[in-house]
């Protein structure tokens, strides 16, 4: 049988590794439009220097060779035929007898003045764009960033590593805001600000002005505000790559519509990753990628959502570690411990932890994190929770054997 996967994210690279271990002598053939494979998480330090492109990989060296896959690299694809059991790669055709679409999301310029024809402004989604950003910087100086969210203020933080006058615009009151807290969001805003980052909240880029070779060199802002700025990094969100699906017969809404199976409306294609607009967080796209990469081999298999939202932030020096919301709810019980080594925060509902943030010291976070992966309850403890552990949960049955917590 032959297996052709789009894409070389975590979804893809999964899958590719998944369908070789359950088919040694199946053709594996992966098709991306990527030079290499790079995490998009570590993209920012290669605008910084503090990483070249080959070590951004999340694979060995030799993975395509010692998992028997055909790699076709920098090769676009153009077109789907379903019907024919067809990818066309331009005038090229790869025949599959199952197919995996991986291609992951593009980032969303707005239609605002100049910003999605001008060609000084850039997304930050893959390695192309974080070298388009990096040989920028080399002649510019002055950078405006649109959107205060983790792209955007990893982008903004590799640019003041090179030196670069960095300006935020930000719709919200506050940066990270689907990171953090006001007060998790706050030790970075002083840090980032210290280190001479100007911020303007509450407001956005609603024109821009160009020059005679159509590049954008001041935007106005909302409240009236003009900024000068010699390039735009855009972090306003993205969407899923789809385009070259037009006509296909895949379904389609917010992403390929998928199944519990992550199989599509064709029984032979499947889709994985942030494609599908599913919760796009690394762990979830590579279980995605190998839902989808069982059922390929006829092994049955259902992708459930089992692992809750986790970021790790980590600029100036300052770490923080977040698990589900980080933002309560009416009824939701708060926990909040701050000493000097840093901020820690629980939110608690129906007796169960289902948010957490640890700013400075994570030392502690896994075990944090067994009790909310295994759900487990926390309100019926005899003593603070910040002082609970292990053996506060753990029993000991009758042959005297310890059990560790699970599930209640």
């Given at each position: 049988?032959?297996?052709?996967?789009?894409?070389?994210?975590?979804?893809?690279?999964?899958?590719?590794?998944?369908?070789?271990?359950?088919?040694?002598?199946?053709?594996?053939?992966?098709?991306?439009?990527?030079?290499?494979?790079?995490?998009?998480?570590?993209?920012?330090?290669?605008?910084?220097?503090?990483?070249?492109?080959?070590?951004?990989?999340?694979?060995?060296?030799?993975?395509?060779?010692?998992?028997?896959?055909?790699?076709?690299?920098?090769?676009?694809?153009?077109?789907?035929?379903?019907?024919?059991?067809?990818?066309?790669?331009?005038?090229?055709?790869?025949?599959?007898?199952?197919?995996?679409?991986?291609?992951?999301?593009?980032?969303?310029?707005?239609?605002?003045?100049?910003?999605?024809?001008?060609?000084?402004?850039?997304?930050?989604?893959?390695?192309?764009?974080?070298?388009?950003?990096?040989?920028?910087?080399?002649?510019?100086?002055?950078?405006?960033?649109?959107g205060a969210g983790l792209v955007g203020m990893a982008a903004a933080y590799a640019l003041m590593e090179l030196k670069k006058d960095v300006t935020v615009v930000e719709m919200g009151a506050e940066m990270l805001a689907l990171n953090l807290d006001g007060q998790g969001a706050s030790a970075y805003r002083t840090r980032f600000e210290e280190a001479?980052?100007?911020?303007?909240?509450?407001?956005?880029?609603?024109?821009?002005?160009?020059?005679?070779?159509?590049?954008?060199?001041?935007?106005?802002?909302?409240?009236?505000?003009?900024?000068?700025?010699?390039?735009?990094?855009?972090?306003?969100?993205?969407?899923?790559?789809?385009?070259?699906?037009?006509?296909?017969?895949?379904?389609?809404?917010?992403?390929?519509?998928?199944?519990?199976?992550?199989?599509?409306?064709?029984?032979?294609?499947?889709?994985?990753?942030?494609?599908?607009?599913?919760?796009?967080?690394?762990?979830?796209?590579?279980?995605?990628?190998?839902?989808?990469?069982?059922?390929?081999?006829?092994?049955?298999?259902?992708?459930?959502?089992?692992?809750?939202?986790?970021?790790?932030?980590?600029?100036?020096?300052?770490?923080?570690?977040?698990?589900?919301?980080?933002?309560?709810?009416?009824?939701?019980?708060?926990?909040?411990?701050?000493?000097?080594?840093?901020?820690?925060?629980?939110?608690?509902?129906?007796?169960?932890?289902?948010?957490?943030?640890?700013?400075?010291?994570?030392?502690?976070?896994?075990?944090?994190?067994?009790?909310?992966?295994?759900?487990?309850?926390?309100?019926?403890?005899?003593?603070?929770?910040?002082?609970?552990?292990?053996?506060?949960?753990?029993?000991?049955?009758?042959?005297?054997?310890?059990?560790?917590?699970?599930?209640?």
């Amino acid at each position: 049988m032959k297996h052709v996967i789009i894409g070389a994210g975590a979804a893809g690279i999964t899958a590719a590794k998944t369908i070789r271990s359950l088919r040694p002598t199946d053709e594996i053939v992966l098709v991306s439009a990527e030079e290499q494979v790079a995490s998009r998480v570590m993209l920012y330090k290669y605008i910084s220097g503090e990483r070249e492109a080959e070590t951004l990989s999340f694979v060995p060296g030799d993975f395509f060779e010692s998992n028997r896959v055909t790699w076709k690299k920098e090769t676009r694809v153009t077109k789907v035929a379903a019907d024919e059991k067809k990818v066309y790669c331009g005038e090229e055709a790869v025949t599959y007898d199952q197919l995996l679409i991986t291609t992951g999301a593009k980032s969303t310029i707005p239609p605002v003045g100049a910003l999605r024809t001008a060609k000084n402004v850039f997304g930050l989604r893959d390695l192309a764009d974080a070298k388009a950003i990096r040989e920028a910087a080399i002649a510019c100086e002055k950078v405006v960033i649109v959107g205060a969210g983790l792209v955007g203020m990893a982008a903004a933080y590799a640019l003041m590593e090179l030196k670069k006058d960095v300006t935020v615009v930000e719709m919200g009151a506050e940066m990270l805001a689907l990171n953090l807290d006001g007060q998790g969001a706050s030790a970075y805003r002083t840090r980032f600000e210290e280190a001479g980052c100007k911020f303007h909240f509450n407001t956005a880029v609603e024109d821009t002005a160009v020059d005679h070779e159509g590049a954008v060199r001041f935007v106005t802002l909302g409240d009236g505000t003009i900024l000068p700025c010699d390039f735009l990094v855009v972090a306003t969100g993205a969407r899923p790559a789809i385009e070259f699906l037009e006509n296909s017969g895949i379904a389609c809404g917010n992403g390929i519509t998928v199944d519990k199976y992550m199989r599509t409306n064709f029984p032979d294609i499947y889709a994985a990753g942030d494609v599908t607009g599913l919760s796009g967080i690394w762990p979830n796209a590579m279980r995605q990628g190998e839902v989808a990469a069982k059922n390929m081999c006829q092994e049955v298999t259902v992708y459930e959502d089992t692992f809750a939202v986790k970021n790790t932030i980590h600029f100036f020096d300052l770490v923080t570690l977040t698990i589900g919301p980080t933002k309560e709810e009416p009824g939701d019980r708060v926990e909040v411990f701050a000493d000097r080594k840093g901020y820690q925060k629980l939110i608690i509902r129906d007796g169960r932890i289902v948010g957490l943030i640890l700013q400075g010291d994570i030392s502690n976070s896994g075990f944090w994190q067994y009790l909310i992966k295994h759900d487990i309850r926390v309100d019926n403890l005899d003593k603070p929770i910040w002082k609970v552990s292990f053996a506060d949960f753990i029993t000991i049955n009758e042959e005297g054997e310890y059990r560790w917590p699970q599930a209640v």
